[in-house]
């Protein structure tokens, strides 16, 4: 029987193996060395001296938020189970209304780093959102998370109560459903309106077609009312595919050709289909994670007890800081590829070069952080690591 | 042990008296209002008068620590005889009211007590400690509409709100009065539970009192007579005040995946509801899967709203199972319904819905002073609890009418029915 398990968790382990090397994969030629380039060769010292000392702060927040959540969840581990006395809602019910407690109290401990941080934007001029504004004026979203964590809570539960010690083995598929259904849904919650500019949708057009990708819609979305971070995403799956650009980015503060290489790397995306990849990613570490999850808990019963529910709480968190290495770094790979891609449709590295040194003052991002830092929090390559990517694209042409 | 048990065995010093017959003479109920010009005439001389006389007494009570006794008389003469003209007003009495406020002297009437010693503390906040008090009688005792604005944008103001209680019941009562000469005892008793929380609050305010006012209907009309007991009612530990204060704190959160439940259910209850109604009218009497599942709806809305509203303490299931939450719904079986009732079910069921909206205000002012006093105490007041139950009990009988459970019309009397085996919400033991 051992053998068997043995056998099957060995076949199981190498199908994720073999699953991670196929998503792996990277468009970005593999004999591409990224030079080591100095920092102070492309941003003055003032320049330098405020992004490492906007970064030291903000990381401070997260750190301390991420200590305090975690700290937070292992207090209410230890004794949120009280809580399912005030509950008449049967085992399923009784265990949502523990997990809406546990994110009701992770939220109350990190407002006060939240409120921090929003007061070290604001006072860089990187956020205009008033404190009113952050601490009531999205409701909407706090009880969307709400709905969706004791809907989450419900599958597992009754899965687990369903299936017992097997639940993860159907939930992690369900819960890889839910993502490929908000990844199509997602752009149609967005409000935006159609790109104004009309030589930028006409490059993108160009550039769609250089990169194999059919027609996408470019739209605009309006935060300058909260940030005034330039940013840009591709979102959708399907027929709810588009680039979205915060008008951020298109109020004049970056010029055209800078603006192309922008669309250019979303457009990256589109070709590189890196919204079902990171569905992929999702997938291989759900599997795991619930697993482990279902393992941690079996002391108190297994997921379908509600005792069992602030425990997974604590393990959920404490396994995504634990996995967010590994998770950055598959981000960090997909947004190289993107850069190469558009580095490759544009053929244009000074614009290039001259949007990630931008990217500097008007983000105040470190362009090379510390290796915690550069581990835990960059989802992207740092500004050196791209700005160097530039280089050796420009080094392979010649 | 409960303050509302010790309510019970302390009456509240401003006690309603209710000696009303029901009946009503069609003539000077079409006139009502007309024929209240010179009290509201009269009544607005008063208050004016009343305004210095309230000042006079806060000053000399809080030196003295008791309102002088003249002044004391004045005040207690301005609230009996607004108790009056709100009956009179709200159609909860029949005839004309005398100018003077004397006592004993109209079938609606209240015992107001003498001059007493109060505390100077209580006597110097009077004004912020009554703002609650004033909140929820504005929903029971206002006239019409309480509007609330919202903001402005783009020269469009919105507003919202609910109509108060005696109002609506008047509303009602009058078109009743004129076709039957007879005020409906459901929303006489709901007119009269209005009208006596107005006296205790006005006499709390210009310091008749100290006692604060006594929102439990059940204490109010306790010498009213109560009604038959309806199908469709609540049941449950009457005495569970007890409220957990995290679950308090977010309540509205944690609500939410109920909401959603609820409106998702709500969908395929009206459809139900629907091929109910078809049943019901060919049949004469309900089908048993159909009315099974609205009745689980029902019971499912009341839990859903106990909760939201914190009339009960326990996050409720999702299934509206009965017998498993603290404050559950009693519902009958699928019995024989009248056709003709059946076949206007919707349009019988629009004076009910008025008033259920009506109610429903009130139990929004009632959760929102329920949730300061649970945050801060651990424990829901007994007053304000039982109000939520009458809201609730209401609501859920206009539901079971509307779905065809029982063709048993909604009672809106604050009183619950007389049946002394059961354990009913608002009884005392």
């Not at chain 1, 956020?127 to 964590?149: I, P, R």
């Not at chain 2, 006794?69 to 005889?81: G, K, N, Q």
């Not at chain 2, 007879?182 to 006489?188: E, Y």
């Not at chain 2, 019901?280 to 689980?296: K, Q, W, Y």
Request: net charge positive; aromatic share 10%; glycine share 8%.
């Amino acid at each position: 029987m051992s053998a068997r398990r043995g056998a099957a968790a060995l076949t199981a382990a190498a199908g994720w193996a073999v699953a991670a090397w196929l998503l792996w994969r990277t468009s970005v030629p593999s004999s591409v060395r990224l030079p080591r380039l100095d920092p102070h060769a492309f941003f003055g010292p003032a320049q330098l001296r405020a992004a490492a000392s906007f970064s030291r702060v903000s990381g401070a927040l997260w750190w301390g938020g991420t200590a305090t959540e975690l700290a937070a969840l292992a207090v209410f581990a230890r004794f949120g189970g009280r809580c399912a006395r005030e509950s008449a809602a049967g085992p399923v019910g009784t265990g949502m209304l523990l997990g809406m407690l546990g994110f009701a109290l992770v939220w109350a401990v990190e407002l006060p780093f939240g409120v921090a941080g929003l007061w070290w934007q604001r006072r860089h001029g990187i956020a205009h959102t008033g404190y009113l504004s952050y601490l009531f004026g999205d409701w909407a979203a706090l009880g969307g998370e709400f709905v969706f964590l004791s809907f989450a809570l419900a599958i597992v539960m009754g899965l687990a109560r369903r299936l017992g010690r097997w639940w993860w083995a159907a939930a992690a598929p369900a819960f890889t459903a839910l993502v490929v259904l908000f990844a199509f849904v997602g752009p149609y919650l967005l409000s935006t309106h159609r790109l104004g500019d009309a030589s930028l949708a006409a490059a993108a057009r160009r550039l769609e077609g250089r990169q194999g990708v059919g027609p996408v819609p470019v739209v605009v979305e309006r935060v300058h009312d909260a940030t005034s971070l330039p940013n840009a995403e591709t979102s959708g799956l399907g027929p709810s595919r588009r680039i979205v650009l915060w008008d951020t980015l298109v109020d004049g503060r970056f010029g055209e050709r800078e603006l192309e290489v922008v669309v250019a790397h979303e457009i990256g995306h589109l070709a590189h289909e890196d919204i079902w990849r990171q569905v992929g990613w999702f997938a291989l570490f759900a599997f795991p994670g619930t697993l482990l999850i279902g393992l941690a808990t079996r002391r108190r019963g297994g997921m379908g007890e509600p005792a069992a529910v602030p425990l997974s709480l604590l393990v959920l968190v404490a396994l995504q800081l634990a996995a967010l290495p590994a998770q950055n770094a598959i981000s960090r790979r997909i947004e190289a590829a993107a850069d190469w891609s558009a580095l490759d449709a544009t053929r244009d590295p000074a614009a290039a070069t001259t949007l990630f040194r931008r990217f500097v003052p008007t983000t105040l991002d470190e362009p090379s952080p510390g290796l915690l830092d550069y581990v835990f929090r960059e989802s992207h390559p740092t500004i050196m690591q791209r700005l160097a990517m530039v280089r050796a694209w420009r080094s392979r042409r010649r | 042990m409960l303050s509302g048990m010790e309510a019970h065995r302390d009456p509240h010093p401003v006690r309603l008296l209710v000696r009303d017959d029901l009946h009503r003479r069609r003539l000077t109920v079409f006139f009502r209002l007309v024929l209240a010009i010179p009290h509201i005439l009269w009544v607005l001389l008063w208050t004016f008068l009343v305004v210095f006389a309230a000042v006079a007494t806060y000053l000399a009570a809080l030196v003295r620590g008791r309102p002088p006794a003249p002044l004391h008389v004045f005040l207690s003469a301005y609230v009996r005889y607004l108790t009056h003209l709100n009956a009179y007003l709200w159609l909860v009495a029949d005839p004309y009211p005398g100018f003077s406020g004397a006592g004993d002297e109209y079938p609606v009437d209240v015992e107001l007590p003498g001059p007493a010693a109060q505390s100077r503390w209580a006597i110097l906040f009077r004004l912020p400690l009554a703002i609650p008090s004033l909140l929820l009688a504005t929903a029971l005792g206002g006239g019409g509409q309480v509007r609330f604005f919202t903001g402005s944008t783009s020269r469009t103001t919105f507003s919202g709100g609910g109509g108060a209680l005696a109002g609506t019941a008047a509303v009602l009562g009058w078109f009743a009065s004129l076709a039957r000469g007879a005020m409906p005892k459901g929303l006489r008793d709901a007119g009269a539970y209005s009208v006596g929380y107005t006296a205790q609050v006005l006499a709390y305010l210009l310091l008749v009192t100290d006692r604060y006012p006594d929102s439990d209907p059940t204490a109010m009309l306790e010498e009213v007579e109560r009604p038959p007991v309806h199908p469709v009612h609540l049941v449950g530990d009457a005495h569970d005040l007890r409220r957990s204060r995290v679950t308090v704190l977010l309540r509205l959160p944690l609500s939410l995946p109920h909401l959603v439940w609820l409106a998702l259910w709500s969908v395929v209850a009206v459809l139900a509801s629907i091929a109910n109604w078809l049943v019901t009218l060919v049949r004469g009497r309900p089908a048993e899967p159909l009315h099974r599942f609205l009745s689980r709806f029902v019971r499912y809305q009341l839990h859903v709203s106990a909760f939201l509203y914190l009339a009960a303490n326990s996050f409720p299931g999702f299934a509206g199972v009965e017998g498993v939450y603290p404050l559950d719904l009693a519902l009958p079986g699928p019995e024989r319904q009248s056709r003709p009732r059946t076949g206007f079910r919707l349009l019988l069921a629009v004076p009910a819905l008025i008033v259920s909206g009506a109610l429903g205000w009130g139990l929004f002012v009632t959760a929102v002073l329920t949730w300061f006093v649970a945050l801060a105490r651990g424990r829901a007041p007994w007053g304000l609890r039982n109000v939520a139950g009458y809201a609730l009990r209401y609501s859920a009988q206009t539901s079971a009418y509307v779905l065809l459970l029982t063709d048993a019309y909604p009672h809106a009397s604050p009183l619950e029915g007389a049946e002394p085996s059961q354990l009913s919400f608002d009884e005392l033991e």
